[in-house]
Each structure stands twice: as C-alpha cells, then as structure tokens.
C-alpha cells in the first residue's frame, strides 16, 4: 500500500493553524514564535513530511545587442555570427537577447531605433558590435544600464571593451609578405573608417618602415565609401606592388575582382592578405591567406564581462583582448628561396 503523501496542509490541519505558519517555521523565517516553530518541527518529522529542497534562484537578465545596420547587413559574415553565438550563450543561461538594427539615419539624427525605445526600461545591459559614431555612443552611455562594445573602441570614452589586436595583427600580416619577398607592399582600407582599420594601417606603416621599404600613396586603395558600401569605382595604380594587406576578407574580395578584370593573376602577380576569416575568404578563387579572428570568443568574452560589469558596476573600465591566428591558404606567392622566420601557421596573437 502507497504511503499517503504528508503535506503543510495536513500538519497546518493537525494544530489548527495556517500553512504559511507551518511553511515559515519549516523555513526558519521569522513570524513564528519559539515554542510554535519547536512543535512544528516535530510533528511534521513525526508524520515524515520531507523538506523540498528550493531551487536556487537564478538571475535572469534580459539585454539586447544594438549594431549599425552597414556592419549587420551589407558586408559579411562576422557580426553576423558573434549575434549568433552571444545569443546562443545567452539563452544558455536563460537571458534573453534582443537584436536591434541602427539605420543611418537613426544614428545621424541621434534617434533610438523604435524597438529599443520599446525595450530600453526592461532592458539590464547592452551590447554595441561594430563601430558608432561618437555622439551616438555618448548618446547610448547615458542609459542607466552597463554597456559592453566588442570589436572597437574610442580612447576618450572609458568603457569595456572586446577587441582583437589589430595593431599587432597588422603588424604580423605586412612583416609576412616581407619574409615571404615581398618588398613593394599596398594597403586596401580607409584608416579612418574605424579604429580596426586604423590600428591595421599603423601597424602595416610601422613593418614597412622598420623593413626599410617604400610606402607610396598610389599603393593605398580604399574601395568602400563612409556608409561601408563596397564599390568598383577606384582606379588601380598603373605600377602595382606585388601584394596588397587587406583590412577585411570582403575588401579583398573586391580588389580581387578588379584585378581578374584587368587581367592580373593573384597570387602570380598580385598576393592578397587579409583578416577575419568569414567564409568569402574560403570560397575566393584562389581562396585567401587571411587572420582568423575568433567570433565564438568575442561573443564569450563579451558576455562575461557584461555578467562581471553586472556585479560590479563601479569598478574600473576595461580592455579585453581575443586571440588570431593566420590561416594560410593560396592567396599569397612566395618570392623568396629563404624559409619565413615564422613557419608556423598556427602563430597566435592573444590577450594582454
């Protein structure tokens, strides 16, 4: 025969009391005398009530991931997939991500997008991916609620951010052509577009002249306009150099075409490098020698230390690194019979 279960209610009827008396003194939570707490305790082990253990209760955050639409929608792959893999983590822990498109417009005009205004009272924290103008960040920083931004920064404003070394990848890339040979080498990007670009340029400017070598302005493209649209409109220098650091995958990708339009082979007469890895970099042909910067990771970091700013939201503002590594593919000829200084593919650029 099954034993008939014992619940507060039974031991509530038993003494002629309520069950919230009976739920306090089992609790231990104040309300309920000394002598009355005691006899609670004992009938119910009496009658073989068990305790039920409480679930720890969990904090959960809602956040939300605001990106300029030219970086989201009209390039590539990478915010792309760091939204995928935040938001992927997020629900790991039961938070919830909202994703909010910032037109051009809207961050012209200083105005919120009209599902942000919606949400921004509910909302614990916020995400910015990919580069806002300054008054727009400003504007944003003056929420009541922690900001994190991944993938760029602003050296006036103190504030946590996630970013890969570009410096020092831009550095890495321009000094591998010169181990591989190459000794006229162009720059595709306008170094004021973000600080990524920027970062990328001073180090290729810094390999270049540390090596010694010539830095020519017509050896300077820049085919993308300040809205982050990809045209064809520039023109190639009538003396090409014999390779080209790219600031991005899609850059690349374009210069690319315009070089096989002209007639001129990549790698055999042109050798493309560049960074982040999206997956245009692996369907070019020839596919691209390129610096595989980690969306999983910024999406990891990012979170956490939206989780640590949560919990300490008076505490200094801080820079956070992700690692590199340079994914050698068929974009890049060899003009030298000597063996690089760095042979190893798998070469990292980490945190700090």
Same mark, same amino acid.
């Given at each position: 025969m099954?034993k008939e279960k014992?619940?507060?209610?039974k031991?509530?009827?038993k003494l =002629?009391i309520?069950?919230v008396t @009976?739920?306090k &003194?089992?609790?231990?939570?104040p /309300? @309920?005398?000394?002598a009355?707490?005691k006899?609670?305790?004992?009938?119910?082990?009496?009658? /073989?009530?068990?305790?039920?253990?409480?679930k720890?209760?969990?904090t959960?955050?809602k956040? $939300?991931l605001?990106?300029p639409?030219r970086f989201?929608? +009209?390039?590539?792959d990478?915010?792309?997939k760091? *939204?995928?893999?935040?938001?992927?983590e997020?629900a790991?822990l039961?938070?919830t991500?909202?994703?909010y498109?910032?037109?051009?417009? +809207?961050?012209? &005009?200083?105005?919120?997008?009209?599902?942000? !205004?919606?949400?921004?009272?509910?909302l614990s =924290?916020l995400?910015i991916a990919g +580069?806002i103008?300054?008054?727009y960040?400003?504007?944003?920083l003056n929420?009541?609620?922690p900001?994190v931004a991944?993938?760029?920064y602003?050296?006036n404003?103190r504030?946590d951010?996630i970013?890969?070394?570009?410096y020092?990848? $831009?550095?890495? !890339?321009t000094n591998?052509?010169?181990?591989?040979?190459h000794h !006229?080498? /162009?720059f595709?990007?306008?170094?004021n577009?973000t600080?990524?670009?920027?970062?990328?340029y001073?180090g290729?400017?810094r390999?270049?002249?540390?090596? =010694?070598?010539e830095?020519r302005k +017509?050896w300077?493209?820049?085919?993308?306009?300040e809205? $982050?649209?990809?045209?064809?409109?520039?023109s190639?220098p009538?003396?090409?150099?014999s390779?080209?650091?790219c600031?991005?995958?899609m850059?690349?990708?374009i210069?690319?075409?315009k070089?096989?339009i002209n007639?001129?082979r990549?790698?055999?007469?042109v050798s493309l490098?560049?960074f982040d890895n999206t997956e245009i970099?692996?369907?070019?042909v020839?596919?691209?020698?390129?610096m595989h910067i980690?969306?999983f990771? *910024? &999406?990891?970091?990012a979170?956490?230390?939206?989780?640590?700013?949560?919990?300490?939201?008076?505490?200094?503002a801080q820079?956070?690194?992700v690692?590199?590594?340079?994914?050698?593919r068929?974009? @890049?000829k060899?003009l030298?019979?000597?063996?690089?200084?760095i042979p190893d !593919?798998?070469?990292a650029? $980490?945190?700090?």
């Amino acid at each position: 025969m099954t034993k008939e279960k014992v619940t507060l209610d039974k031991i509530a009827s038993k003494l =002629g009391i309520t069950k919230v008396t @009976v739920s306090k &003194a089992l609790k231990n939570q104040p /309300g @309920v005398s000394e002598a009355l707490k005691k006899q609670i305790i004992e009938l119910s082990n009496q009658m /073989g009530y068990v305790t039920r253990k409480e679930k720890p209760i969990q904090t959960v955050y809602k956040l $939300g991931l605001i990106v300029p639409k030219r970086f989201f929608l +009209e390039i590539d792959d990478f915010y792309t997939k760091i *939204f995928y893999y935040l938001n992927r983590e997020c629900a790991l822990l039961h938070y919830t991500l909202n994703l909010y498109i910032l037109e051009p417009k +809207e961050e012209d &005009a200083l105005n919120y997008p009209l599902s942000f !205004t919606q949400d921004q009272s509910e909302l614990s =924290g916020l995400f910015i991916a990919g +580069e806002i103008k300054s008054d727009y960040l400003k504007l944003l920083l003056n929420l009541p609620i922690p900001i994190v931004a991944i993938d760029f920064y602003k050296n006036n404003l103190r504030l946590d951010y996630i970013v890969s070394d570009n410096y020092r990848m $831009g550095y890495f !890339t321009t000094n591998y052509l010169v181990e591989k040979g190459h000794h !006229t080498i /162009g720059f595709v990007g306008n170094p004021n577009y973000t600080s990524s670009v920027m970062d990328r340029y001073c180090g290729y400017f810094r390999a270049l002249t540390q090596h =010694g070598l010539e830095i020519r302005k +017509e050896w300077h493209i820049v085919n993308n306009d300040e809205s $982050g649209k990809y045209h064809f409109d520039f023109s190639l220098p009538d003396q090409l150099p014999s390779a080209f650091v790219c600031y991005c995958d899609m850059a690349a990708h374009i210069l690319l075409s315009k070089l096989q339009i002209n007639g001129v082979r990549v790698p055999e007469d042109v050798s493309l490098i560049s960074f982040d890895n999206t997956e245009i970099s692996q369907t070019m042909v020839p596919a691209l020698t390129t610096m595989h910067i980690d969306r999983f990771e *910024f &999406a990891e970091k990012a979170l956490k230390r939206m989780q640590w700013r949560l919990q300490h939201p008076d505490e200094e503002a801080q820079f956070v690194y992700v690692n590199s590594k340079l994914i050698e593919r068929d974009s @890049v000829k060899s003009l030298s019979d000597s063996p690089p200084l760095i042979p190893d !593919t798998d070469y990292a650029i $980490g945190e700090r």
